[in-house]
């Protein structure tokens, strides 16, 4: 099993900067693409950003500019810097990812619990 624990969300005015972390741990072999997503209050989770174990990423065009994805593969570890927070990035935040484990089964489906952030005056 693989466990995805985030950390940083919070109450921030707009404008402002949170960096987010999420730490993949268990009976890991090899973790494959990370990324991010979001879910307002009554919308659709959404992808914000991706990242593969090579480095290649990928944004949402909402986040292009303003957010930077980053993993740190040592330590099985995502990071999401947000700038320039707008309302309208307010969401919980979920962190995914996709992982070989000691039973060499592959998932692309481990969850993390979401961290809210909130953008407010």
């Known amino acids: 099993q693989v466990q995805l624990v985030e950390s940083g969300g919070g109450l921030v005015q707009p404008g402002g900067s949170l960096r987010l972390s999420c730490a993949a741990s268990g009976s890991i072999l090899q973790i494959y693409t990370m990324g991010w997503y979001r879910q307002a209050p009554g919308k659709q989770r959404e992808l914000v950003a991706t990242?593969?174990?090579?480095?290649?990423?990928d944004y949402a065009d909402s986040v292009k500019g303003r957010f930077t994805i980053s993993r740190f593969n040592a330590k099985n570890t995502v990071y999401l810097q947000m700038n320039s927070l707008k309302p309208e990035d307010t969401a919980v935040y979920y962190c995914?990812?996709?992982?070989?484990?000691?039973?060499?089964?592959?998932?692309?489906?481990?969850w993390g619990q979401g961290t809210q952030v909130t953008v407010s005056s």
């Open positions: 990242i593969t174990n090579g480095g290649s990423t």
């Open positions: 995914n990812a996709g992982a070989l484990t000691t039973t060499l089964t592959v998932n692309n489906d481990y």
